[in-house]
């Protein structure tokens, strides 16, 4: 059922830390025309309710999307045992084929294959699943905008800061080990808090968080309670597209607004995508719209989600939003100490 929309300082917000989502409020007074203490406290809000939340996820490593199939009287129990376990870091209930469709991040597709077969596969109620390895991102849910900004204000918001000019070329163990745990949760976290946190100079926090964005080691996103938005249908379609074209599937992506992620894989697919929708008649009418878009391309299999009950590690309730908490990735006892 569709929510209560934001209202339009909220989408404002929203959209401008879409944009940039370490963003200062004093430096957005002047685009969202509201002083520093009001953006602030919304944003608290929004946050406190679960409507939006920041994430930030570091990028290394492999990725795949898994299709989990269940005992249906043992979901609810199965998905409790999924959430719980860091590589997947999103769940989404879906109709079709499978009855979750998992996102998993490892550092290597053989410790993809591990949590496949021997912690997912060893679940008690798990029926069967299918991996479809990540080969290439060519559309990241990070860059979709809810376009409440108009383009002279979207140009005008602050982008991330570039390291200073005297900033290290190298990022410390200590210090990486430190944004990797603080900002996953919250991307906006002060770089104040994470040095007093973890013994470190605010100095060498903020250039380790400069040099990782520089980098693209460390993506930022923001996001938002789907009901929320005015795009409360959320579909992911699976494609087979001719070898051809998938060099230039990345630019037709670009073009189609309603897509928030485009992968290609390595499966019985090779090019997944996810989208939002306004209204549910319109999944087989963007249908059409890819093939046309995407000549000789073939939808082979679709699945719409019911609900998420994970996002980016944010654990998500019935509503759709992240009021449950955060499921960190595994960590050494002590941080590395070189």
């Given amino acids: 059922m569709q929510e209560n929309r934001l209202s339009d300082l909220d989408e404002r917000i929203i959209h401008a830390l879409q944009i940039n989502p370490?963003?200062?409020?004093?430096?957005?007074?002047?685009?969202?025309?509201?002083?520093?203490?009001?953006?602030?406290?919304?944003?608290?809000?929004?946050?406190?309710?679960?409507?939006?939340?920041?994430?930030?996820?570091?990028?290394?490593g492999a990725a795949a999307l898994i299709d989990i199939t269940c005992v249906p009287q043992m979901l609810g129990e199965v998905t409790r045992a999924l959430a719980q376990?860091?590589?997947?870091?999103?769940?989404?209930?879906?109709?079709?084929?499978?009855?979750?469709?998992?996102?998993?991040?490892?550092?290597?597709?053989?410790?993809?294959?591990?949590?496949?077969?021997?912690?997912?596969?060893?679940?008690?109620?798990?029926?069967?699943?299918?991996?479809?390895?990540?080969?290439?991102?060519?559309?990241?849910?990070?860059?979709?905008?809810?376009?409440?900004?108009?383009?002279?204000?979207?140009?005008?918001?602050?982008?991330?800061?570039?390291?200073?000019?005297?900033?290290?070329?190298?990022?410390?163990?200590?210090?990486?080990?430190?944004?990797r745990q603080s900002l996953r949760e919250d991307v906006r976290r002060p770089a104040r808090q994470i040095a007093r946190d973890y013994g470190l100079s605010e100095q060498r926090v903020s250039d380790g968080i400069a040099r990782m964005i520089e980098r693209r080691e460390l993506r930022m996103r923001t996001d938002v309670a789907?009901?929320?938005?005015?795009?409360?249908?959320?579909?992911?379609?699976?494609?087979?597209?001719?070898a051809k074209l998938m060099s230039k599937s990345g630019d037709v992506m670009d073009r189609i607004p309603q897509i928030r992620t485009a992968l290609a894989v390595a499966s019985q697919f090779n090019l997944v995508v996810a989208v939002w929708l306004r209204e549910l008649n319109q999944v087989p009418q963007f249908e059409s719209i890819v093939e046309e878009t995407l000549l000789g391309s073939r939808i082979v299999d679709r699945s719409v989600v019911f609900r998420m009950s994970k996002h980016q590690g944010h654990l998500i309730d019935p509503q759709g939003r992240a009021t449950l908490g955060f499921v960190h990735p595994e960590r050494p006892m002590q941080p590395p100490r070189t």
């Fill in 85 to 179: 376990m860091p590589e997947l870091v999103t769940l989404d209930h879906t109709s079709g084929e499978r009855d979750i469709l998992a996102t998993a991040t490892a550092p290597t597709p053989e410790h993809i294959w591990d949590l496949v077969t021997n912690q997912i596969g060893a679940l008690p109620g798990v029926k069967q699943s299918k991996t479809h390895l990540v080969t290439e991102p060519l559309r990241e849910a990070s860059t979709w905008r809810l376009s409440a900004l108009k383009p002279l204000e979207v140009a005008a918001i602050p982008r991330p800061t570039p390291p200073r000019a005297r900033a290290p070329r190298s990022i410390h163990p200590d210090v990486e080990y430190a944004l």
């Fill in 226 to 242: 789907r009901s929320v938005t005015g795009w409360p249908i959320y579909a992911w379609y699976f494609m087979q597209v001719p």
């Fill in 22 to 60: 370490r963003a200062r409020w004093s430096d957005l007074e002047p685009v969202l025309g509201a002083d520093a203490v009001t953006l602030s406290r919304r944003w608290d809000s929004l946050v406190e309710q679960g409507i939006a939340w920041t994430t930030g996820f570091f990028v290394d």
